[in-house]
């Protein structure tokens, strides 16, 4: 029902309009299809449309320099600075658009699954498919604790219609994201796309988390039947979803996590998976997952069958489903377990150099969690017209608030504490480079990852990797002994020693900024040969 201003909306200056609070997804569905051109696709899920901004808009996000967070912050590229003027006339700008609404949205939830270090979220916008999205992402509080909610540890104000005034005459965006951390909260605007929101939840986590000693992480999480838990890394388009998705172990989470000491607890409520190219046979439990409540982001449907095509990118690469983690056959809930058993990296690397498999020692691990690898693809982006190599501190920089060294001194004490086995794990090409090799076979990457689970690969013996000092394993179940070794799979193994050579000089130059942070024994963990 629409409630009116006791709901707290009118302390942050918002006037007048009618409020939608936690509403059902069934009124949101109801108000998505009346106002924002939504539409039901066969399943039940809403099919939505972000608009001109189809994925988040890093350059146009900021960090309000104030008294309070001006020291511990990481700034630079991914933290660019803002004035306190500067966003106090944002903020202006986002409450006068809320006001002028005929209604807005408000969703209450928590950040993290962990009652001792959960974070209250209050989710403010003027779009229906705006609010669904938030409920299937934010954990969803019982009824009582709704009614004694109280006040929010992060408010977020998402005027994303409203395209932002230009601050400065040398710019031409019409968009701003901007977090204040010390007033904790968040303000968007002109930009419609929904991932924004749970990115600055994250980002904020990625600041409070640390400074109650609890390591925030990019990541998925699953539990094995023996009660291990593995802890995924990777970027946009490495498997952290589809691998993490295991009908043999439980979901814990496919994105973002934190490890307290007293084990890993999901951060989200929800999943939010990239679903380009989606197929049944291969990942069912996502394909299952999209159903009545899920919300399809920018995913192109048949206007008379309602059935959505997976494979079409017109729109976007960037086509997402968003759904609660309840939609996932036998998830863990509540979404929270004991120390990880295994850690992996994924790395999707369209060079067809790296290793399918390898076993890191800690100083590798470390050097390889601030190295953050991946590749982007041909195709995938405007102007990228052949593999390049992407790093990205953590496997997450763009949602880091302090320095990356500070993450990874807390993970590197927590595998010394536990005893976690740390992996690299290449999902990307073999036999060659991107357009010439092939895309390593998922039945076969699934296979490496049950090796791992099941400590096959424990007892086999490893060569170490001549260029990187990776310890190969020699054999694994499920995969051709020749595929474990990349050079093997070239046609011109020279060609392949050039390819790995220029690799390396990548990551040499890449880890040059930590230089000074580092310990010399994980300076050294890198690639052997330049």
Same mark, same amino acid.
């Given at each position: 029902m629409a409630i009116g201003l006791e709901t707290h909306v009118e302390e942050i200056d918002i006037e007048h309009p009618r409020v939608l609070r936690n509403a059902a997804p069934g009124?949101?569905?109801?108000?998505?299809?009346?106002?924002?051109?939504?539409?039901?696709?066969?399943?039940?899920?809403?099919?939505?449309?972000?608009?001109?901004?189809?994925?988040?808009?890093?350059?146009?996000?900021?960090?309000?320099?104030?008294?309070?967070?001006?020291?511990?912050?990481?700034?630079?590229?991914?933290?660019?600075?803002?004035?306190?003027?500067?966003?106090?006339?944002?903020?202006?700008?986002?409450?006068?658009f809320l006001s002028a609404r005929a209604g807005i949205y408000v969703v209450d939830g928590y950040a993290g699954w962990d009652p001792e270090h959960r974070v209250k979220v209050r989710v403010i916008c003027a779009r229906a498919y705006h609010a669904l999205f938030m409920q299937n992402l934010l954990i969803r509080p019982t009824r009582d604790e709704l009614e004694n909610f109280g006040e929010p540890d992060l408010l977020i104000l998402n005027a994303g219609d409203r395209p932002a005034s230009p601050l400065d005459p040398a710019s031409s965006s019409r968009t701003a994201v901007l977090l204040h951390l010390d007033r904790r909260e968040m303000v968007i605007l002109g930009t419609n796309y929904a991932g924004e929101m749970k990115k600055g939840v994250f980002t904020a986590m990625n600041y409070w988390m640390p400074r109650r000693d609890v390591l925030s992480m990019h990541c998925s999480a699953n539990l094995g039947e023996a009660g291990d838990v593995s802890l995924f890394f990777g970027l946009s388009g490495t498997g952290k979803t589809t691998l993490s998705s295991d009908p043999r172990r439980r979901l814990i989470g496919d994105d973002e996590h934190a490890w307290s000491d007293r084990g890993v607890f999901n951060i989200e409520g929800g999943c939010y998976a990239k679903c380009i190219g989606l197929r049944e046979s291969l990942e069912p439990q996502i394909h299952r997952a999209i159903r009545f409540g899920s919300v399809l982001e920018n995913v192109v449907f048949d206007p008379e069958t309602r059935v959505p095509d997976f494979d079409d990118g017109s729109i976007t690469e960037n086509t997402r489903a968003c759904y609660p983690i309840e939609h996932i056959d036998d998830a863990l809930i509540p979404c929270a377990s004991g120390h990880p058993s295994n850690i992996l990296f994924l790395a999707c690397d369209a060079f067809g150099v790296?290793?399918?498999?390898?076993?890191?020692?800690? =100083?590798?691990?470390?050097?390889? @969690? /601030?190295?953050?690898?991946?590749?982007?693809? &041909?195709?995938?982006?405007?102007?990228?017209?052949?593999?390049?190599?992407?790093?990205? =501190?953590?496997?997450?920089?763009? @949602? /880091?608030?302090?320095?990356?060294?500070?993450? &990874?001194?807390?993970?590197?004490g927590r595998i010394a504490a536990h005893g976690a086995a740390t992996w690299l794990v290449n999902t990307g090409w073999t036999g060659g480079p991107h357009g010439v090799g092939k895309r390593m076979n998922l039945d076969e990457t699934r296979a490496i990852i049950d090796a791992i689970h099941s400590g096959a690969l424990d007892q086999v013996a490893t060569v170490e990797d001549p260029i990187f000092g990776l310890n190969v394993p020699t054999a694994c179940p499920g995969v051709p002994a020749r595929k474990l070794m990349p050079r093997n799979t070239w046609s011109d193994p020279d060609e392949y020693d050039r390819a790995a050579l220029r690799l390396s000089r990548r990551f040499r130059d890449n880890f040059l900024q930590y230089q000074d942070q580092a310990p010399e024994v994980?300076?050294?963990a890198g690639p052997r040969i330049w």
């Amino acid at each position: 029902m629409a409630i009116g201003l006791e709901t707290h909306v009118e302390e942050i200056d918002i006037e007048h309009p009618r409020v939608l609070r936690n509403a059902a997804p069934g009124r949101l569905y109801e108000r998505a299809l009346a106002h924002e051109g939504a539409a039901i696709l066969a399943g039940g899920a809403l099919a939505t449309f972000s608009g001109e901004k189809t994925g988040r808009s890093p350059q146009d996000k900021r960090i309000v320099r104030s008294e309070g967070s001006a020291d511990d912050v990481w700034w630079g590229s991914v933290n660019i600075p803002a004035t306190e003027a500067e966003y106090l006339a944002r903020r202006r700008e986002a409450t006068e658009f809320l006001s002028a609404r005929a209604g807005i949205y408000v969703v209450d939830g928590y950040a993290g699954w962990d009652p001792e270090h959960r974070v209250k979220v209050r989710v403010i916008c003027a779009r229906a498919y705006h609010a669904l999205f938030m409920q299937n992402l934010l954990i969803r509080p019982t009824r009582d604790e709704l009614e004694n909610f109280g006040e929010p540890d992060l408010l977020i104000l998402n005027a994303g219609d409203r395209p932002a005034s230009p601050l400065d005459p040398a710019s031409s965006s019409r968009t701003a994201v901007l977090l204040h951390l010390d007033r904790r909260e968040m303000v968007i605007l002109g930009t419609n796309y929904a991932g924004e929101m749970k990115k600055g939840v994250f980002t904020a986590m990625n600041y409070w988390m640390p400074r109650r000693d609890v390591l925030s992480m990019h990541c998925s999480a699953n539990l094995g039947e023996a009660g291990d838990v593995s802890l995924f890394f990777g970027l946009s388009g490495t498997g952290k979803t589809t691998l993490s998705s295991d009908p043999r172990r439980r979901l814990i989470g496919d994105d973002e996590h934190a490890w307290s000491d007293r084990g890993v607890f999901n951060i989200e409520g929800g999943c939010y998976a990239k679903c380009i190219g989606l197929r049944e046979s291969l990942e069912p439990q996502i394909h299952r997952a999209i159903r009545f409540g899920s919300v399809l982001e920018n995913v192109v449907f048949d206007p008379e069958t309602r059935v959505p095509d997976f494979d079409d990118g017109s729109i976007t690469e960037n086509t997402r489903a968003c759904y609660p983690i309840e939609h996932i056959d036998d998830a863990l809930i509540p979404c929270a377990s004991g120390h990880p058993s295994n850690i992996l990296f994924l790395a999707c690397d369209a060079f067809g150099v790296l290793p399918p498999v390898s076993r890191l020692t800690p =100083a590798q691990a470390l050097y390889h @969690f /601030l190295s953050g690898y991946t590749a982007k693809v &041909a195709g995938t982006e405007v102007g990228v017209s052949e593999p390049q190599a992407t790093f990205s =501190a953590c496997f997450g920089a763009a @949602f /880091l608030v302090l320095h990356p060294v500070r993450y &990874a001194e807390m993970l590197a004490g927590r595998i010394a504490a536990h005893g976690a086995a740390t992996w690299l794990v290449n999902t990307g090409w073999t036999g060659g480079p991107h357009g010439v090799g092939k895309r390593m076979n998922l039945d076969e990457t699934r296979a490496i990852i049950d090796a791992i689970h099941s400590g096959a690969l424990d007892q086999v013996a490893t060569v170490e990797d001549p260029i990187f000092g990776l310890n190969v394993p020699t054999a694994c179940p499920g995969v051709p002994a020749r595929k474990l070794m990349p050079r093997n799979t070239w046609s011109d193994p020279d060609e392949y020693d050039r390819a790995a050579l220029r690799l390396s000089r990548r990551f040499r130059d890449n880890f040059l900024q930590y230089q000074d942070q580092a310990p010399e024994v994980v300076r050294r963990a890198g690639p052997r040969i330049w």
